[in-house]
């Protein structure tokens, strides 16, 4: 069997064909190859360079770093995440795992459902808004959920506060009444500045607004249930989910919660079982035929071929809006390492810089770059079938004809005389048709895309799970604010001028 760095090797040897030549030559068998369905998702990637001999090394590539082995170890709860000795178990918050965690995990479901089903039934007053407050995996799912699927929804209004910068809290206390306002602490470690500072805050506006037992008011998430107890949020208020969910893979767990108060326990069902749904494919499907994996081909030959640093993902959907930023955390924080699993320096680039924005507002922005810069950058199309709107059947019509055609001038490209006319063309891009967007189909697309995560990770042999690259700015940060690090003195210089001795 060939090693990984047999693999390696033959990749950088492999040409690219012409994408037009690609498509031309045999378009049935092409589509057949590399269009698929799952989970009412067409994924497409007829438009990347991924050709039969790019596909036979990168599998070649896949059973060298054990892609099965480490698919099943991630499935059945082993340690996934060696450098935490821990497991990674989201998937067992879709009911796909090791029997112990899925049951675990279902009753943790029931305590948040019961949770709901007590705040529906006026146990804390009438509570019409929602203030949820975290950062990172406790905000950016959360936000894309409720965003995306709760724009009809009246049952409550639902504001997620990430940021330390009181700015952003002061915005939303100023729009709820502190007296119909339930606080949703959303913390996986319960040690975060950011969340404890804005918590704070958020107690101290009810507590002067009057409210009598402001934490009261409060409900925590977390893996960590002792610490919110300790600070003084009573047990039977904390939807705890367990250490092994990541916080960038959590919003299946309690972390949830807004979405599932926002959208209603059915529609919350319906994301997990749809990510389920992926799970299934994820876990059964071999070779080429696993979209994950077949995705994360594409991936490995821009990033460690074609030389490319950034990949761009354009929502063509105002429900999407938030998929780039959730993105960004999703493939950034957990394939952004340089170091292998051996603890060996990474040879290869590790994940692209994610990037993007919702079409067709970017095609009047960034897409100048994408048509004729100078880098190369794949770009992926995310799009429904279905509108979110009653108005002119033109506005949906014009929205989709645009994402398709953005496609075909990137990979057509125009010649010109003129270099300044010239679009050089043969540029890569992938379309995500969703049939609709809806809790189902929005479950199976970010399980796609966890899973095509860990498929990267596994072609690098790095791990995906763990992010110490964060935590020296933290401790920076508090060493700073603390004055307990002995700064150099341009940092302290800059320090002086923005707060002063
Ligand atoms: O700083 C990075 C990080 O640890 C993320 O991985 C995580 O999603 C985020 O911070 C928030 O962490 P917590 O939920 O513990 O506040």
Request: net charge negative; aromatic share 8%; glycine share 8%.
């Amino acid at each position: 069997m060939p090693t990984a760095s047999d693999a390696w090797q033959a990749l950088a040897d492999w040409q690219p064909q012409k994408l037009t030549d690609l498509v031309a030559a045999d378009p049935q068998a092409r589509l057949q190859a590399l269009v698929r369905n799952v989970a009412d998702i067409r994924f497409d990637f007829a438009k990347t360079h991924l050709d039969d001999a790019a596909i036979a090394i990168l599998s070649g590539l896949a059973d060298a770093q054990d892609f099965g082995g480490r698919r099943k170890t991630l499935f059945s709860g082993g340690i996934a995440n060696p450098t935490e000795n821990r497991a990674a178990e989201h998937s067992a918050e879709r009911g796909d795992g090791a029997p112990e965690s899925v049951h675990v995990a279902q009753a943790l479901h029931q305590r948040m459902r019961m949770m709901i089903d007590a705040i529906e039934a006026g146990a804390f007053g009438e509570i019409r808004h929602l203030l949820h407050i975290g950062i990172g995996g406790s905000a950016l799912g959360p936000d894309l959920l409720v965003d995306a699927l709760g724009r009809h929804s009246d049952r409550y209004d639902v504001a997620i506060v990430s940021n330390v910068d009181g700015a952003a809290l002061d915005e939303v206390i100023a729009n709820f009444r502190p007296e119909h306002t339930l606080v949703a602490v959303e913390y996986k470690t319960f040690t975060t500045t950011e969340t404890l500072l804005n918590a704070n805050s958020a107690l101290q506006w009810l507590d002067e607004a009057g409210v009598a037992d402001p934490l009261g008011r409060f409900i925590a998430l977390t893996a960590m249930p002792d610490r919110a107890i300790e600070w003084g949020i009573d047990e039977t208020r904390i939807l705890p989910f367990s250490e092994t969910v990541g916080g960038r893979y959590s919003l299946w767990s309690s972390i949830g919660f807004p979405a599932a108060l926002a959208l209603g326990w059915d529609a919350f069902a319906d994301l997990l079982e749809g990510a389920a749904e992926m799970d299934r494919h994820f876990r059964l499907a071999d070779g080429a035929d696993n979209i994950c994996l077949l995705a994360a081909f594409a991936d490995q030959i821009y990033a460690n071929r074609l030389g490319c640093q950034t990949r761009a993902v354009f929502a063509y959907d105002e429900r999407l809006r938030l998929l780039p930023d959730y993105l960004q955390q999703l493939e950034m924080e957990s394939n952004g390492k340089a170091v292998t699993l051996d603890g060996e320096r990474l040879a290869q680039q590790s994940a692209p810089i994610t990037w993007g924005g919702v079409g067709t507002d970017a095609q009047h922005a960034v897409f100048q770059l994408l048509h004729q810069g100078t880098h190369r950058v794949p770009v992926e199309f995310v799009v429904a079938r279905e509108p979110d709107h009653l108005l002119d059947d033109a506005h949906h019509e014009t929205l989709v004809a645009n994402c398709i055609a953005q496609g075909a001038a990137l990979m057509t490209g125009r010649a010109s005389e003129d270099g300044a006319r010239a679009y050089p063309g043969d540029r890569p891009s992938t379309t995500i048709l969703l049939d609709q967007v809806s809790p189902r189909t929005l479950g199976a697309l970010i399980a796609f895309y966890e899973h095509r995560v860990f498929a990267n990770a596994v072609l690098l042999g790095i791990n995906p799970f763990d992010q110490f690259g964060v935590e020296l700015g933290k401790e920076m940060a508090k060493g700073l604010a603390e004055g307990t690090i002995d700064f150099d003195p341009a940092t302290q210089a800059l320090m002086k001028a923005a707060l002063g001795d």
